[in-house]
């Protein structure tokens, strides 16, 4: 059984920094592309980054570029989004996914053809 748990959520002030975590069980790491999404309350899920586990390469969505960073260890089956001068409108929970054989155009799409999502985790950005 494939499973995907996010952590690393919770509450910091404009400015601070979190690191989310997502460990991926049940598949052949190298296999997949890797995504953070976001969805914020009454907005559609939106794409945050991508990284291909098997070379590293990474893609973020154009507003992301600059604060956040995508990061993966594949020895431990994880793949991190270290996050910097978080802002309030980075409230969302973030939810990381696995895609096999998936492009970066997933990313505009809300990861709507990723075969794997974890339940996400909730990073509230106070003022």
């Known amino acids: 059984e494939v499973q995907l748990v996010e952590s690393g959520g919770g509450l910091v002030q404009a400015g601070g920094s979190l690191r989310l975590s997502c460990v991926a069980t049940g598949l052949t790491f190298a296999d997949y592309v890797i995504g953070w999404f976001r969805q914020a309350p009454g907005k559609e899920r939106e794409g945050v980054a991508l990284?291909?586990?098997?070379?590293?390469?990474?893609r973020y969505v154009d507003s992301m570029k600059g604060r956040f960073t995508i990061s993966s260890d594949n020895a431990k089956n994880t793949v991190y989004l270290q996050m910097n001068s978080l802002k309030p409108e980075d409230t969302a929970v973030y939810y990381c996914?696995?895609?096999?054989?998936?492009?970066?155009?997933?990313?505009?799409?809300?990861?709507?053809?990723?075969?794997?999502w974890g339940k996400g985790t909730l990073v509230t950005v106070s003022s």
């Open positions: 990284i291909n586990v098997d070379d590293g390469a990474a």
């Open positions: 996914a696995a895609g096999r054989g998936k492009s970066y155009f997933t990313l505009y799409t809300g990861g709507s053809d990723m075969d794997y």
